[in-house]
C-alpha cells in the first residue's frame, strides 16, 4: 500500500514537471520588447485609496527618475535608433543613458535605459497620469515602408494601386536574357488612373513588364478650414523616419491631377499628423506617403502626481502602520492611561483615512500626525508603568540586601567564638598528652577534624547566601 501511494506521487510530480516543461519552450521564444520598467526616487508607490488604484508618485516639481530593460529575444539584431518618455501634460524626455545613438542591440542581449523628467509643479492631483516609454528600431536592412510596391507585374500596363507617388515607378522590360529598367524619357504615367504609355519611337518592352513604385491608401478631403491632419491612427506603425515622408495632393472630383508637395507643411514623427500651412480646399484632398520605424513601447495610466500634504500623510500614515505592528506597538497594556492613549490614536488614523479618501489631503496629513503622537504618547505612559514597577522591585531587592548583611555579619562573630574555643581545647588536650599519650593523640586528631569541618560548613553557608544576594548595588 504504501508503494502504490509513492508510485503516485512520483507521476503527478512527472506530470506537474511535464507541463512546466511544455511551457518553457514558449517564454524562450518570445517577441523582443520591454520587459521591466522601473521608478526610483518616487514619494511612494503601492495603493492609494484617494485614487483607488496602485500608483507610483511623485511630489510636483520633482524630478521622476525612470528605468527601463529591453531584451532582444528574436534571432536577429536590431539597430536601435532612439527612445523616448512622454508623459500626458506635454513633455516628451530622452534617455540620459544610453547617451549615443544608433547603436546595435545584439540578438539575445539586453540594455538598459534611463531617463530623467521634471514633473510639473502645477501638474495636476485630482486625477492619474498617463505616461509611455518607446524605443526605436529597424531592422539591420533598414526601416520598414509602408505602401510600396518592389516588383509587380503589369501585363495590361496599368499599375494596380493607385494613386502612385509621382516621380516614384520605376519600370522594367523582363526577358528570358534578363531584366533591364526602362529609361525615364521612354514612359509617361498617368497618376490620376496609373496607366503607363510609351513615348514614341519606344515600343514598349519587348519581354514581361514589372513595376516598382510607391502609392498613396488613405486620403483626406479639404475642407478650407482645417490644417491638421492624422494620417496614422496606429502606433504599428510609428514613429516615422525622417526625411522620409512624402505629402500628394489630388486636385478635382473626380481627381484631374495628382501632384507631390515639397513645402506647405510639417510632420509629427511620433503620431504621424501632418500640418499644413495653408488649408487644403474643398475640392483638394491629401495623401501621405512614408517610411517608419518599428517600436518596442509600455503603456501607464497610474502615474501620480501629489501634494506636499499627500506625500506627508502617507509617509506619516506608513510609518504608524510599521511602528504599530512591531513591539512596544503590539504589547499587552497594562496601563489605563496608555491604553486609553491607544484607543485615541487608532481613532485619529481612522479620522485620517476617511479625510484622505475624500480628498481633504491637509486634513489628513494633520489627523494622521495627531494619531502618531498619540501612540508614542502611549509607549511613554506604558514605559513609566514598567518603570515604577522596577524601581519597587530594586527596592524590595536592596533592603533584602541589608538582611542579608546582618545575617552575614553574626556568622562571622559565632565562627570566631567556635575558633576561640577550638584553640582552648586543644591547649587542654595538650596538657592531658602525657598521660596518655597514643590513645590522647588519636581522639585529638579527631576532635580537632570535627571541629574544622563544622567552620567550613558554616563559612559555605555564608558565602552562598553573599552569591545569593549578588553585588552590593550603589
Not at 534611463?114 to 498617463?130: G, I, K, M, W, Y
Not at 534578363?178 to 519587348?206: C, E, F, H, L, R
Not at 506597538?329 to 489605563?336: D, K
Not at 567556635?418 to 590522647?440: P, S
Request: hydrophobic share 45%.
Amino acid at each position: 500500500m504504501i508503494r502504490r501511494k509513492v508510485s503516485f506521487g512520483l507521476i503527478l510530480t512527472l506530470v506537474v514537471a511535464g507541463l512546466i516543461l511544455a511551457m518553457l519552450p514558449a517564454a524562450a521564444v518570445a517577441d523582443p520588447g520591454i520587459v521591466e520598467v522601473n521608478f526610483s526616487e518616487a514619494a511612494y508607490e503601492g495603493y492609494d485609496s484617494f485614487y483607488g488604484t496602485t500608483v507610483v508618485a511623485y511630489r510636483a516639481g520633482s524630478t521622476a527618475k525612470i528605468e527601463f530593460r529591453v531584451s532582444n529575444d528574436s534571432t536577429a539584431d536590431l539597430n536601435v535608433k532612439g527612445a523616448t518618455a512622454t508623459f500626458d501634460w506635454g513633455t516628451t524626455c530622452v534617455p540620459t543613458a544610453p547617451a549615443t545613438f544608433p547603436f546595435v542591440l545584439k540578438a539575445g542581449d539586453n540594455a538598459i535605459f534611463r531617463f530623467e523628467c521634471v514633473v510639473p509643479a502645477d501638474a495636476t492631483n485630482q486625477t492619474l497620469h498617463s505616461y509611455k516609454v518607446a524605443v526605436e528600431y529597424e531592422g539591420m536592412a533598414g526601416p520598414g515602408i509602408v505602401n510600396k510596391t518592389n516588383y509587380e507585374s503589369c501585363p495590361d500596363w496599368n499599375l494596380n494601386n493607385d494613386v502612385a507617388v509621382p516621380g516614384s515607378v520605376t519600370l522594367w522590360d523582363v526577358t528570358p536574357t534578363g531584366a533591364q529598367a526602362i529609361p525615364v524619357d521612354k514612359y509617361s504615367v498617368s497618376y490620376v488612373n496609373g496607366a503607363i504609355s510609351w513615348v514614341a519611337p519606344y515600343p514598349g518592352p519587348t519581354g514581361s513588364l514589372f513595376a516598382g513604385y510607391e502609392y498613396i491608401t488613405a486620403w483626406t478631403a479639404g475642407n478650407g478650414v482645417n490644417k491638421v491632419f492624422r494620417f496614422q491612427t496606429t502606433q504599428a506603425n510609428l514613429p516615422i523616419v525622417p526625411d522620409s515622408v512624402k505629402v500628394v495632393k489630388a486636385v478635382g472630383a473626380p481627381v484631374s491631377s495628382v501632384t507631390k508637395i515639397d513645402t506647405g507643411w510639417t510632420v509629427d514623427l511620433q503620431t504621424g499628423t501632418v500640418i499644413f500651412t495653408d488649408a487644403p480646399a474643398v475640392y483638394e484632398t491629401v495623401g501621405v506617403f512614408f517610411k517608419n520605424y518599428s517600436s518596442f513601447r509600455s503603456n501607464n495610466g497610474a502615474f501620480a502626481v501629489v501634494s506636499v500634504d499627500q506625500a506627508d500623510y502617507t509617509t506619516l500614515w506608513r510609518r504608524y502602520m510599521e511602528t504599530t505592528a512591531a513591539p512596544p506597538g503590539v504589547a499587552i497594556y497594562a496601563s489605563s492611561s496608555a491604553l486609553q492613549l491607544r484607543s485615541e490614536a487608532d481613532a485619529a488614523r481612522l479620522k485620517a483615512e476617511i479625510q484622505y479618501r475624500e480628498g481633504d489631503f491637509a486634513g489628513a496629513k494633520a489627523s494622521m500626525q495627531i494619531a502618531l503622537d498619540k501612540f508614542n504618547a502611549s509607549i511613554a505612559a506604558q514605559s513609566a508603568l514598567f518603570g515604577s514597577v522596577e524601581s519597587g522591585v530594586m527596592g524590595l531587592l536592596t533592603g533584602a540586601g541589608g538582611a542579608v548583611d546582618a545575617y552575614g555579619a553574626k556568622l562571622n562573630a559565632e565562627a570566631k567564638n567556635i575558633t576561640d574555643t577550638t584553640k582552648a581545647e586543644t591547649n587542654k588536650l595538650n596538657g592531658e598528652a602525657d598521660m596518655a599519650k597514643n590513645l590522647g593523640v588519636f581522639y585529638i586528631m579527631l576532635g580537632v577534624a570535627t571541629l574544622l569541618a563544622g567552620i567550613g560548613g558554616i563559612l559555605w553557608a555564608y558565602s552562598r547566601l553573599v552569591a545569593a544576594k549578588g553585588p552590593k548595588q550603589i
